[in-house]
């Protein structure tokens, strides 16, 4: 069952289970590590907007904003704390730890209780937990949520217990392309968090990186995979837990080959944001188009790091919540939505450097994640996994023709130099 | 750097190119903000800067696209340099393997850039003459042959950074006729633009 699955922390090995970093007492929620800038239509304002402070939120990492962003940042926190006494409710009424099994099998039911009903229970818990997720999962209920819905709990049930150790002892010592350019790399995630630039954090997240890179040869180490685990190892708090979501995340949640080789898997989701764009948002596309804006120059770093660069950690993680839970097309809605939400000054705007500025503005100070993720659902409208799944395999041919003549292209000139 | 009021600024895009770890990053860091800092956060895809620069009574604005060094992405790079007016080919003076994925670079650009795109060999990290691995002679005369201009830069100290960009502004104002749109060079009249101003997005 899934409560064995969920490993407690008085085992035996420390390095696997200890909790790695610990979440500031004094902390403020909701985070960038980005300076902080302000949007152009703010600059005129009082003296009072432009005081910047700086303080460390809740997942550690140094934020430098004006007042306004610190009273967001307090409401969001008041919201987070809301939706935990909602989360400690629904459990009062359907049992402990209910949310880690929302597909119950019917063998457990048999002559007790009727497959309909327990097929009832089963859907009424799905749909709660859906709503639940969506309005926010509580950061100290993460790690055990996003290990059952994404599936990385039933996927580490799959291998015996002490597959990461193994693994990582398998890679000690041993030098490969990928661990040269994790080495490289250690130092230039996230540099200013705190945990994240210490030895300890370092290790932890080299280790992730390197086991994972000899797990899966074809995808090895790609830049953008730094960002993403350094943030899991700080939300999954224990380094096989985050190991565990990488992979699922890698080799279930998004679109196959995002990250190997040519990164074709992320060119395919390139080209259905822009036909997605085309759809939802008519008007901006054709604008940009005109301008000879490709969206892609700004948007592709958003799919390969989930925005974990882009918007502030509270945002980005909620963002992530429902990546985990419903899969990769709430990445289209987000990448949609920050597009969306600006169309009037977009569509006002002539140069591709304003355009740049006035996209990455807006996502950087997305403070408030329910105002954001309401809108990115409701404004944008449903898009079914179905229609987007039809919609990269149509892609996939263009884009692996495209790939294919780069390759032939590229190679004819080295045999004539 | 001062520059009249009702001067005519040039768009150029301008896109840098080279290995992971070749100092891209940081040469865009110290012409855009006059810094330099030891550990860069890794690009992903590219990052877009701004910066304007004066060149006797003209004015090019940089658009600069930093790119990802990593392999794997270069399938990306096309997007990065189509229309680009000038591009920086970046090294590392201290790591062969980087001025030979300097080379390829070259030849891609001349094979799929534009014929008109001003090209510059930066051979980075030029403070580390002890461990210098790659002669300047054998970068001058590849240069040369490959008609780039060419030049050693260190963006931690500085040298030639600012110098590289402002000869590259230099060619682009000489070279092209500013109704020429296919270069990358546009030509726009915004006479009230604080000029010699600096953005960026460093995403």
């Given amino acids: 069952m899934f409560s064995t699955q969920i490993r407690d922390v008085d085992d035996f090995n420390p390095r696997r289970r200890r909790t790695l970093w610990n979440t500031p007492a004094a902390s403020m929620l909701t985070t960038t590590t980005h300076t902080i800038r302000y949007p152009t239509s703010r600059k005129g304002h009082a003296s009072a907007h432009q005081l910047s402070a700086k303080f460390e939120d809740l997942y550690g990492f140094m934020v430098e904003g004006n007042v306004d962003d610190v009273n967001v940042l307090n409401d969001v926190r008041e919201k987070i704390r809301e939706q935990g006494r909602v989360w400690w409710a629904v459990e009062a009424s359907k049992g402990a730890n209910w949310y880690l099994q929302p597909r119950i099998s019917s063998n457990g039911g048999e002559g007790v209780i009727s497959v309909t009903s327990l097929k009832l229970s089963v859907l009424t818990n799905t749909i709660t937990l859906r709503r639940l997720i969506r309005k926010g999962v509580p950061p100290v209920l993460r790690p055990k949520v996003w290990l059952s819905v994404s599936g990385a709990a039933k996927k580490r049930s799959t291998v015996p217990e002490t597959y990461y150790d193994e693994l990582i002892r398998a890679t000690e010592g041993k030098t490969t392309p990928a661990t040269l350019q994790i080495d490289h790399d250690l130092p230039r995630t996230f540099p200013c968090h705190p945990w994240l630039n210490s030895e300890d954090g370092q290790a932890a997240l080299r280790r992730v990186l390197v086991g994972y890179s000899f797990r899966d040869s074809e995808v090895g180490y790609c830049q953008g995979l730094n960002y993403v685990a350094a943030l899991l190892l700080l939300v999954m708090k224990t380094e096989e837990d985050a190991f565990w979501m990488l992979a699922v995340l890698l080799e279930n949640v998004l679109v196959n080959d995002c990250y190997t080789d040519n990164l074709s898997g992320c060119h395919v989701e390139q080209r259905v944001f822009k036909d997605l764009l085309a759809k939802k948002c008519p008007r901006i596309a054709a604008h940009l188009e005109a301008m000879g804006f490709d969206v892609s120059l700004v948007a592709t770093e958003w799919f390969l790091c989930l925005f974990s660069k882009t918007l502030p950690s509270e945002t980005t993680l909620r963002v992530w919540d429902v990546l985990f839970n419903e899969g990769a097309k709430v990445l289209f809605h987000v990448a949609l939505a920050i597009f969306k939400m600006r169309e009037e000054d977009l569509l006002r705007i002539q140069h591709i450097g304003d355009v740049i500025d006035i996209l990455q503005t807006t996502a950087h100070h997305l403070y408030d994640p329910d105002e954001f993720l309401t809108f990115a659902f409701d404004k944008i409208g449903s898009m079914t996994t179905n229609t987007i799944t039809k919609e990269r395999k149509k892609q996939e041919t263009v884009v692996m023709a495209e790939l294919d003549q780069r390759i032939r292209r590229l190679s004819s000139l080295k045999m004539d130099g | ?203």
């Fill in chain 2, 1 to 203: 750097m001062a520059a009249n009021a009702g001067n005519k600024i040039r768009n150029a895009k301008l896109v840098l190119l080279g290995d992971v770890g070749a100092g891209k990053s940081s040469l865009v860091l110290r012409f855009v903000k006059g810094q330099f800092v030891e550990f860069q956060e890794s690009t992903i895809g590219a990052a877009f800067f701004s910066q304007t620069l004066a060149v006797n009574d003209e004015t090019v604005k940089f658009e600069i696209w930093d790119t990802a060094g990593q392999e794997r992405y270069h399938s990306l790079a096309p997007m990065y340099y189509r229309g680009a007016a000038a591009a920086i080919v970046v090294y590392d003076i201290t790591n062969p393997a980087s001025f030979t994925r300097a080379k390829k670079w070259v030849q891609e650009l001349q094979a799929q850039g534009n014929p008109s795109t001003v090209v510059a060999l930066a051979g980075n990290k030029a403070d580390l003459l002890e461990t210098r691995k790659v002669q300047i002679e054998e970068a001058k005369t590849y240069a040369q042959e490959n008609r780039l201009f060419f030049m050693e830069t260190s963006a931690k100290t500085a040298i030639n950074v600012n110098d590289i960009f402002y000869e590259i502004a230099k060619r682009l104002l000489q070279g092209q006729p500013a109704q020429n749109p296919q270069a990358g060079m546009v030509l726009t009249q915004r006479p009230n633009e604080r000029l010699v101003s600096a953005s960026s997005c460093c995403s």
